[in-house]
């Protein structure tokens, strides 16, 4: 599945993919829309790197409300002790893991193809 199907999966015009910033709590350059925005490119990535197609509704909802109730930009003290999930090798294609590993690692700031 190409990333065109992928976002054919959630069914929400383009307009409403992302919070607009007047739903956020705390106005953030950090944790903002444009932060939603480069999480949820790593969402679609990793569902056709990974092919897990009918967990992209799902995640859409997950990626849209995960920072909109912040309150500030700091770090919780178990931020950056949290594990993170380990994709099998064999999940992914050769081209997909540093994108996962990217993705997985951060919010997509090593990742070169995120500007």
């Not at 050769?94 to 990742?111: E, F, K, M, T, Y």
């Amino acid at each position: 599945m190409n990333l065109e199907e992928v976002r054919a999966l959630v069914t929400v015009p383009n307009k409403g993919l992302v919070p607009a910033p007047e739903l956020f709590w705390h106005s953030s350059l950090l944790h903002g829309q444009a932060h939603v925005a480069r999480v949820l490119v790593h969402a679609f990535r990793l569902v056709e790197a990974t092919g897990f197609n009918h967990e992209m509704p799902r995640l859409w909802a997950a990626v849209y409300l995960h920072d909109i109730a912040r309150r500030h930009d700091g770090r919780s003290a178990g931020a950056s002790r949290r594990p993170r999930p380990n994709l099998p090798a064999a999940s992914r294609g050769a081209r997909d893991g540093p994108v996962c590993g990217a993705a997985l690692s951060g919010d997509g700031r090593q990742d070169p193809a995120v500007t």
